[in-house]
């Protein structure tokens, strides 16, 4: 106590006491002020005494300190006024300190965490907008990102009313896009699932097991054969006329996920995550499964134009720009869904008569498809499922409608069905019709789970509107 009343005053509370004993009208008056205020100065706590408080705190003390000792009555200066009016106010004033404070405080901090938040989701290693959707069901090892397909690499930039805009260049145009229903469908494994230990009753020879799926596994292309007008701005109307007819045409039919017109723009029809009635009959393969009956498990992209043997890449024909749009709209549903490359194949390639076993249904893009432009493996190169799997076969009319060039990958399967006969030790015609009769064991099976799984007219069964 002692040691606090010898202590010396801060000078800057000092010159306070001074400053404002001028207020005081008479010498007594300030005199008594001086002392009261020294008083109290070793009154307050240390505290009030720090470096970036002090000058607060003192004038605080002062001024209710001089309170204490301006008269009561008569005129008064109007600095005394004035202080008498921050006497009155202090409460306010430090609740609106305190609130503003507070308010700052927590303004800073929400823009804090926003920056942090943003720089965790654009951080180049996590892509904000392409979902990728993996059902539990897909147990498939290789369904990590493609070679040159990384999720990273591709994404969706920005999404409007009109239109879905893609890091590769790609735009979807989206004013079409209507639902039809979730995807849901079996691929047909080559070994046993946890999921499914079995293959369907009645098989004889080739023994799949059916693995419940929703997402696509595949891109099927087609040509929508619809009549062409020459490719030149004479007829621009006529062009874009066309193209809306069609729009339309396949909007109500359900019958592509995609269209690309001739100018290259790129139109979403049915989502991609629901069937469209693209495929009709129809079968492919890959290492891992059989897919039959398309419409479910793979996406429809559709050329606008007119397919027959000898198509050419041209502005009458195919033109560059449908090459150049196809090309980023494969690289982005591949990316998008982890879609295999054996997996991207044409209509033609795929298209089955169940009733005659004959292969090349709908021929569109039979021959002449520009793989290689799309940075896709030629699939006329390699045997052809419906052959090697299910021993289809081709007749007269469908080698005339490829031109007499046979697409090397049937004789691939051919031979293939061949040396199978040979190993097994039967005649091919046995073989044959052992593997054709598991095929309708297999079209029925998926024919029956779909009926019970729900309501929905099963594939194949709409009329393709495509003309043969
Ligand atoms: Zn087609």
């Not at 307050?44 to 004038?59: G, M």
Request: net charge positive; charged share 25%.
């Amino acid at each position: 106590m002692r040691n606090q009343l010898t202590e010396q005053p801060d000078p800057a509370y000092l010159k306070l006491v001074e400053d404002y004993s001028q207020f005081l009208p008479s010498p007594a008056q300030r005199l008594r002020f001086l002392r009261s205020a020294l008083e109290r100065y070793h009154r307050n706590p240390v505290a009030e005494r720090l470096w970036l408080l002090r000058q607060l705190a003192f004038r605080k003390t002062v001024i209710e300190e001089l309170v204490q000792h301006l008269p009561s009555s008569g005129p008064r200066p109007i600095g005394v006024r004035f202080i008498y009016w921050l006497y009155r106010i202090r409460y306010p004033v430090y609740f609106t300190a305190v609130l503003l404070l507070v308010v700052v405080t927590a303004v800073t901090m929400r823009w804090v965490g926003q920056r942090l938040v943003e720089l965790a989701t654009f951080s180049p290693a996590t892509p904000t907008v392409v979902v990728i959707e993996r059902p539990a069901e897909i147990t498939k090892p290789e369904s990590t990102d493609l070679p040159g397909y990384p999720s990273a690499k591709i994404w969706l930039v920005e999404r409007t009313g009109e239109y879905e805009q893609y890091s590769n260049g790609c735009r979807i145009l989206t004013e079409y896009e209507i639902f039809t229903e979730r995807r849901e469908y079996y691929a047909f494994r080559r070994s046993p699932t946890k999921k499914n230990p079995r293959f369907p009753v009645g098989v004889q020879r080739l023994k799949l097991y059916p693995e419940r799926m929703q997402r696509p596994v595949g891109i099927l292309y087609h040509v929508t054969q619809s009549d062409l007008v020459p490719f030149t701005s004479k007829f621009n109307y006529s062009l874009r006329r066309h193209t809306k007819a069609l729009l339309e045409y396949i909007r109500q039919e359900k019958l592509y996920n995609y269209l690309i017109d001739r100018f290259g723009r790129i139109y979403r029809i049915v989502r991609d995550e629901d069937y469209a009635n693209h495929a009709g009959n129809s079968l492919w393969a890959d290492s891992d499964a059989i897919y039959i009956n398309l419409n479910q498990s793979f996406i429809g992209v559709a050329f606008e134009g007119w397919w027959e043997a000898g198509v050419k890449v041209n502005p009458d024909e195919i033109s560059p720009a449908q090459i150049h749009a196809a090309k980023m709209l494969t690289e982005v549903l591949r990316s998008k869904f982890n879609i295999s490359d054996t997996n991207c194949v044409t209509h033609g390639l795929v298209s089955v008569n169940p009733t005659s076993y004959l292969i090349g249904h709908h021929m569109d893009w039979a021959t002449d498809f520009p793989f290689k432009e799309l940075g896709l493996k030629d699939k006329y190169l390699e045997p052809t499922p419906s052959i090697s799997e299910f021993a289809f076969g081709y007749d007269k009319a469908f080698r005339e409608a490829v031109g007499n060039k046979l697409w090397p990958g049937i004789a691939l399967a051919e031979a293939r069905l061949k040396a199978e006969a040979a190993d097994l030790k039967i005649p091919l015609g046995e073989l044959k019709r052992q593997l054709q009769h598991d095929f309708a064991v297999y079209r029925q099976w998926q024919k029956d789970m779909r009926g019970q799984d729900n309501d929905e007219s099963a594939e194949g069964q709409k009329p393709h509107s495509e003309q043969d």
